[in-house]
Nanobody
Framework: VQLQASGGGSVQTGASLRLSCAAS????????MGWFRQAPGKEREFVAA????????YYADSVKGRFTISRDNAKTTMYLQMNSLKPEDTAVYYCAAQLPYSGNYASPDRYNYWGQGTQVTVSS
């Protein structure tokens, strides 16, 4: 599957953005999907993940209560609604797909397909 992330931009502290991740085919509906981010000089870190059915979600502590992950399997698209953005949210955001039963949803190494990334910049 090919993934295309979009929706990034430059915003002020407290603003909102919605990222999208469009998948190329309907195998999307069978994958656990995740969002990761990478700031300059830092390792890629887990942001959020969502089970293939959409009924189970996971969040990093740093974004819990501010970000919401969702998916629309009919549209083969995943979303990340980001509210109350902070300067420390500045990073390139990547979407990724994980084959079933691949284990740790928070580990980048357990994901099989990656999108190209979209830049999010939050200024104070």
């Amino acid at each position: 599957v090919q993934l295309q992330a979009s929706g990034g931009g430059s915003v002020q502290t407290g603003a909102s953005l919605r990222l999208s991740c469009a998948a190329s085919d309907r195998t999307f509906s069978g994958y656990t999907m995740g969002w990761f981010r990478q700031a300059p000089g830092k390792e890629r870190e887990f942001v959020a993940a969502i089970h293939w059915s959409g009924d189970t979600t996971y969040y990093a502590d740093s974004v819990k209560g501010r970000f919401t992950i969702s998916r629309d399997n009919a549209k083969t698209t995943m979303y990340l609604q980001m509210n109350s953005l902070k300067p420390e949210d500045t990073a390139v955001y990547y979407c990724a797909a994980q084959l079933p039963y691949s284990g740790n949803y928070a580990s980048p190494d357990r994901y099989n397909y990656w999108g190209q990334g979209t830049q999010v910049t939050v200024s104070s």
